[in-house]
Structure formats: structure tokens, C-alpha cells
């Protein structure tokens, strides 16, 4: 193995330690940082990701409220529940749990959230934003990619980043930012003909596929760096990437893991996004 290992578990451990200082200054002067999540239905996944929120917010002195409600739950009942937290001023950053049950439409509940409050940086007008280089709320597994690469100092400006993958929260906006970075930026997905072609000539690979260690040493340009997003649950329970960990690390100058890559640092950068809230700053 020649690939150095961005740790995100530990990253984002300091960053929460720098959080918590600030924190204790914004409740000096009266600031009481808070996130409400709202969780639809029991998906084991989610509730599993939202403790991990609550667990973060904690430590760095966040004050973090979960609100459960059932996953019949209408959604006019959801946006009359958005609509309270937008008004009250106690509640600085709203996180509507996705994804969502099929009979709620996500968009309108993403629109629904203040801009003010939206601590994902889902709302177009943050989207919107981001594309234009206001400062913002960024998304959070972006931001939190962006963070990493520059914990290491890795160069942004002028290479060839190539990103798998085109969601709404990781692929489209991952590249929006690297391309405010200067980066020359390559989005492929799954209607991508001949992958490797892009992928070999990647200084910078990040891969948000979604399905586990599909991308191996095969896939590379040497030396380069590769992001891995995927978080995927095997039959035996345990968490492993979309890529190939082993393989790739062999060729790559730098890699993430998972568990203990990109997911800790989502979490870290929802509370970053928490206390810019509480600060009023956007
Ligand atoms: N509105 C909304 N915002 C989100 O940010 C959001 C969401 N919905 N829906 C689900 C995805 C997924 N997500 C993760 C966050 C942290 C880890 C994480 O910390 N993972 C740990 C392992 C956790 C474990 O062991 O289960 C790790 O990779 O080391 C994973 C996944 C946020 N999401």
C-alpha cells in the first residue's frame, strides 16, 4: 500500500474541538446554537445517521432536537410543522431527513425550509448561490470533500477532478465547487460509455456510485487522489465503499476510507452550517 489515508473521523474530531470553543462564545453572548432534524418513518439507516448527529451536535455544544413522526404522515403536516420551526427563533438549522416516503414530494419540502435555516444547502436559493460563489450555506458531504482535500493541501486549481455520480446532494454540487476551486471538472454516471477512459485520466477521482469496491486500481491514473462516498451496508453488516479499498490504495497518493472518511465529516460540516445559522449569517 503507497496511499496516504485521509482520515475523516479524525479531521472532523478536531473540528468539532475548534467548534466547541466558538460555540462557548456565541452562548456568551446570549446564543444558543440549535438544529432540529425531523425524521419521517423507521428506516434503520437514517435513524442510525441522525444519532450520529445528535452524538456530534452534543459535543460541540449544539443543542440538537429530533422530531419523529410517523411515515404515513402527510405532507401538508410536514410543511405546517416546517413552517413553525422557520418562525421561531429559538431554532437556528432545520434538516429534513431524506430520503423521504414516496407520497411526499421532497421538493416541495425542501423549499419549504427558510434559506436562513437550511443547514443542508438544499434550498435552490442556497444552490443558486453556491453556483454564483456567494457565500452560503455549502452542502455538507461537498464541503466536507473540499475540507479534506485541503487538510492535506492537496492542489485543487488547474487539475482534472472526475466525479461519479450526479445527485442533487453529492455529484452535481461536488463539482460545482471544485470548479469555484479552479479545478477542470468531469461529471460521468451511469449512462457514461467507456468509465475508465475518464477515470484513468483523473488527477482527483470522486465516487459517489453507490454500489461496493466497484472502482479498483484499474480505474486510476497513478498517484491520484480518490474520494470515496459510498456507504454501503453488506449482508454482514458491515460499512464498506464503492471502492475497491485495497486496490486502490496501492496506486492511489491518497484515499479516503469508509467507515472514517467523507460520512464524519458530513456530520462536521452540518454543524459548522448549525453555527453560521446561529450567527445569522446568511
Ligand atoms: N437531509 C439529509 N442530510 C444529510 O446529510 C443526509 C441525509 N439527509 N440522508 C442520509 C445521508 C447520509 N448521511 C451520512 C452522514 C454521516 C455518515 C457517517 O458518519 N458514517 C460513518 C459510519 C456510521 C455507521 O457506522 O453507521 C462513517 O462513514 O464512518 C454517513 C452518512 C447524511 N445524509
Redesign the pocket.
Known sequence: MSAQIIN??DLAQELRLEMKEEVVKLKDTGVNPNLTVILVGDNP??R??VK??EKASAQVGIQSEVIELSSSVTEEKLLEIIHKLNEDPSVHGI?????LPDHIHEQHIIEAISPTKDV?G?HPINIGRMMTGQDTFLP??PFGIITMLKSKSIPIAGKHVVIIGRSN?VGKPVGQLLLNENATVTHCHSRTSNLKEYTTKADILIVAIGKPNIIDKEYLKANAVVIDVG?N?LDNGS?TGDVDFDSAASKASYIT????????M??AM?LHNTIKAAKGLT
Open positions: 475523516g473521523k439507516a437514517s442510525s445517521y450520529g448527529k434538516l429534513v431527513q431524506l430520503p443542508d438544499f455538507c458531504t446532494i456507504i451496508r460499512l476510507p469508509v467507515p472514517k472518511g467523507v460520512g464524519p458530513t456530520i452540518l
